[in-house]
């Protein structure tokens, strides 16, 4: 994820400078994120972000985060929060399924919130979709 990972970065500091709500352009645009040799879902999978669903991250982290964090901090959560979306799909501490295509991944993190990641099988193709990315408290 090394690579995308530095495009992603930039769309993180464009999303995070534009108003609540604001329109992007290409919304469906799928970003490729990284490939999983081998996953519960099958064979060699591609895992993707559309471009919405990075902008509602962004947008939706930085409200909740911002209340009590500088603009620097929030950042630095968000890049962390993209960072670990690899790990927290290939190791993830707790995985569930919880509809026909859709999966919850969580990862904890010592002295940080845990990561939790949702993700879609797309039917009949060899990639999961990004759907949510959320930070969570340990239990």
């Known amino acids: 994820m090394q690579k995308h990972t530095h495009k ?8 995070y400078g534009l108003s609540y709500g604001a329109l992007i352009e290409k919304p469906n645009e799928l970003l490729r994120l990284f490939d999983v040799p081998h996953t519960p879902h099958g064979d060699k999978l591609r895992i993707y972000i559309s471009r919405r669903s990075l902008k509602h991250f962004v947008e939706s982290r930085t409200y909740q985060l911002g209340k009590n964090r500088t603009s620097e901090q929030v950042l630095t959560k968000l890049y962390f929060a993209i960072e670990n979306v690899e790990g927290t799909i290939l190791i993830p501490d707790i995985y569930e399924k919880i509809s026909e295509n859709k999966y919850r991944y969580t990862k ?9 990641v949702i993700v879609e099988q797309i039917p009949q193709t060899n990639r999961l979709e990004i759907v949510s990315i959320h930070f969570t408290r340990h239990r």
Do not use: M, Q, T
Request: a positive charge; charged letters at 20%.
């Open 108 to 116: 904890h993190f010592s002295g940080s919130s845990a990561l939790r």
């Open 8 to 15: 992603l970065r930039k769309y993180i500091v464009l999303y």
